[in-house]
């Protein structure tokens, strides 16, 4: 299945705000309010921290916040500190052609 | 708290299968389901397929549906993944994660707590 799309790196130096961008089509980021963002630090295993588009887990940053317009979803990050240096990954229900979960190509988070 | 805990790293020859198994504990497993998602190594992430706890439905990627095949244990509380006909492409880190225990009609979509990975590798 196709990926969804999300820029290879995004970088940011402590205390700014930064945004990554996720998109996909009208039968999974624009369908469903299925989207999920996922973060992995090296060797270890992706952590939930937004799901269905804007709402975050107990635990999660309020740094951290979800939104999505048309086809387009995307995860900001404010106040941004060393320790979200990262890769982060975007998720979707697809609902048509093949149906299942599809997830992005990941995002590399930068603290300059 | 909610724990997944995942089978050891396996080697595998091509065309032989692997198992993984996915012990969970910590919740109630019959109201979710659980999700197989790889990593290949330097690579993203890639969803695998997905089986209800609560009644056993399942729904495979396209990619490997013809060779994968995943079960539940309420007993034990397990799920296992095997994938058959193995290629050196299948060489991933994979995780087991906890999900809805129905797809559209549950709400959700998110996988929420995380086995901590077993790395399968396909060599000759």
């Known amino acids: 299945q196709t990926a969804l799309t999300q820029p290879a790196s995004v970088s940011g130096s402590p205390g700014q705000s930064i945004a990554i961008s996720c998109t996909g089509t009208s039968s999974d980021v624009g369908g469903y309010n299925s989207v999920s963002w996922y973060q992995q630090h090296p060797g270890k295993a992706p952590k939930l921290m937004i799901f269905?588009?804007?709402n975050r887990p107990s635990g999660v940053s309020a740094r951290f916040s979800g939104s999505k317009s048309g086809n387009t979803a995307s995860l900001t990050i404010s106040g941004l500190q060393a320790e979200d240096e990262a890769d982060y990954y975007c998720s979707a229900y697809r609902t048509t052609v093949t149906p299942g979960w599809v997830f992005g190509g990941g995002t590399k988070v930068t603290v300059l | 708290q909610v724990h997944l805990v995942q089978s050891g790293a396996e080697v595998k020859k091509p065309g032989a299968s692997v198992k993984v198994s996915c012990k969970a504990s910590?919740?109630?497993?019959?109201?979710?389901?659980i999700a197989w998602v790889r990593q290949a190594p330097g690579q993203g992430l890639e969803w695998v397929g997905w089986?209800?706890?609560?009644?056993?439905?399942?729904k495979y990627a396209q990619k490997v549906q013809n060779r994968v095949t995943m079960t539940i244990d309420t007993s034990t509380t397990t799920s296992n993944m095997e994938l058959r006909s193995l290629i050196p492409d299948d060489t991933a880190v994979y995780y087991c994660a906890r999900g809805p225990y129905e797809i559209l009609s549950a709400g959700d979509f998110d996988f929420d707590h995380w086995g901590q990975g077993t790395l399968v590798t396909v060599s000759s």
């Open positions: 269905e588009v804007i």
């Open positions: 910590g919740y109630t497993f019959t109201n979710f389901g």
């Open positions: 089986i209800s706890a609560f009644n056993g439905n399942r």
